[in-house]
C-alpha cells in the first residue's frame, strides 16, 4: 500500500507563485515514476509533469511547460511541482500519482496511487 498526500495548494494572484509537494509512505517511492495531473470543475483531468524513477528525466503538458517544474528527492520521498507564472487557467485541484513501473509520461491508467488532491485557485 502507498500512500500520497498533497500539499500547498493556496489561492495566489495571476502571476505568482505556489509550491506543492506530495509525500509518499512507501519505502519503494525511490523506485516509481511520479506525475501531477490536474482537474478544473467540468473537466477532464489532465497531465501537468511527470519524473522518472531517477528524476533522470522529466515531461511536461504543452500549456505548462517553462513555467512549470517538477522535481524530487528520494531521501525524503517526496515529489514537488514548482509552479510559476501562474494563470487563471491553472486554477484546479492537483493530484499526485505514483506510477510503479512507467516513466512518468502522461497515460493517467498507467498510475498506480494517487493523493486526495490539492485546490489550487489562481485570482484575476
Known amino acids: 500500500q502507498v500512500q500520497l498526500v498533497e ?3 493556496g489561492l495566489v494572484q495571476n502571476g505568482g507563485s505556489l509550491r506543492l509537494s506530495c509525500s509518499a509512505s512507501g519505502r519503494t517511492f525511490s523506485f ?5 495531473f ?16 531517477n528524476g533522470g528525466s522529466t515531461y511536461y ?3 505548462v511547460k517553462g513555467r512549470f517544474t517538477i522535481s524530487r528527492d528520494n531521501g525524503l520521498n517526496t ?10 487557467e491553472d486554477t484546479a485541484v492537483y493530484y499526485c500519482a505514483a506510477d510503479r513501473f512507467g516513466p512518468g509520461a502522461n497515460n493517467e ?8 488532491g490539492t485546490q489550487v485557485t489562481v485570482s484575476s
Do not use: C, T
Open 7 to 9: 500539499s500547498g495548494g
Open 32 to 36: 516509481y515514476a511520479m506525475g501531477w
Open 38 to 53: 490536474r482537474q478544473a470543475p467540468g473537466k477532464e483531468r489532465e497531465f501537468v509533469a511527470g519524473i522518472r524513477y
Open 61 to 63: 503538458a504543452d500549456s
Open 79 to 88: 515529489v514537488y511541482l514548482q509552479m510559476n507564472s501562474l494563470k487563471a
Open 109 to 116: 491508467h498507467a498510475y498506480d496511487y494517487w493523493g486526495q
